[in-house]
Structures are given as structure tokens and as C-alpha cells.
């Protein structure tokens, strides 16, 4: 596996590969399409966040995304492509951001998490902190999680 950073021209990939790993959790088709925009990278978030991809083979497996504003940072995105779920991608994408947030002198990471993953990332020390709406679904609330990065 190799984690890169992304480039312009894997911005339509990561949109489809986002929205088939939110298809893992069995949403239907109008769910996903409600959450097409929010689930797109357009240019300027390569340059507002570090989004870096894992590749299997030479091609696309998953991508995080995390933002960096001082001593707080924030997993902005992190998917795993559905034939890459269970294989040791989600981890090695949430190990390498982890790492640049703590290199980039942020004290905590925050999440925002679907319902179904909240478990994952409390199982890799993140607690949960709140919740808030989701920006692409009226009336459904995604729970937040943070990650101490120092102490």
C-alpha cells in the first residue's frame, strides 16, 4: 500500500469512491445522491486541507482529509473504497492523518462521524464530544468525536 498526497486529477475518483464506501453502510440511492455535494473535494480543499490517498495495485483504495487551524485539527474525510473495507486501508489512512495532525502541532483531532463508524473511531481512542445536524440530510444529527493528540 502507498499513501500519497492527491492530486487535481483524482478528485472525480475520490467523489465516487466516497460515495460507494458511504453505500457500504446500505443507503439507498436517494440518501447518497442528498449527500453527492458534501461528499465532493473540489480544488480549493487541496489547498485548505491535507488529503492524502492509499493506493493497493495502483489504484484508488481510500482517502483522508484532515484541516489544520492552530492547536485543533479536523478529519475532514476518511473513506474506504468497499472491496478495501476490513483490509487494513481505513486504519493506515486514520494512522497517517493522525501523524500530521500531531506534526503539524495540533493538541486534538475532531470528527465528525456517520452513526456507523462511530464505533470504529472510538475504538482507536477517539471520544465521543457532541453531535451536530448534518449538512446534507434535515433532521439527522452525526455524532462528533475527539482525539487527544498530546498529554
Known sequence: MLIRAARLD?????????????GHWGYDATFLEACRAELTLAPADLEDRDVRVAEV????????????????????????????IA??????????????????GAVSLRIEADPHAEDWYRR????????????????????????????
Open 10 to 22: 483524482d478528485l472525480d475518483g475520490l467523489a465516487a469512491l466516497a460515495l460507494r464506501s458511504k
Open 57 to 84: 495495485g495502483g489504484r484508488m483504495a481510500g482517502f483522508a482529509a484532515v484541516r489544520v487551524e492552530g492547536a485543533a485539527a479536523e478529519l475532514t474525510d476518511l473513506f474506504v473504497d468497499t472491496t478495501d
Open 87 to 104: 483490509t487494513g486501508v481505513g486504519r493506515a489512512l486514520w494512522d497517517d492523518a493522525v501523524a500530521r495532525a500531531r506534526a503539524s
Open 124 to 151: 482507536r481512542g477517539a471520544m465521543p464530544v457532541g453531535r451536530v445536524a448534518s449538512g446534507s440530510i434535515a433532521g439527522r444529527w452525526l455524532p462528533v468525536l475527539e482525539l487527544v493528540l498530546s498529554g
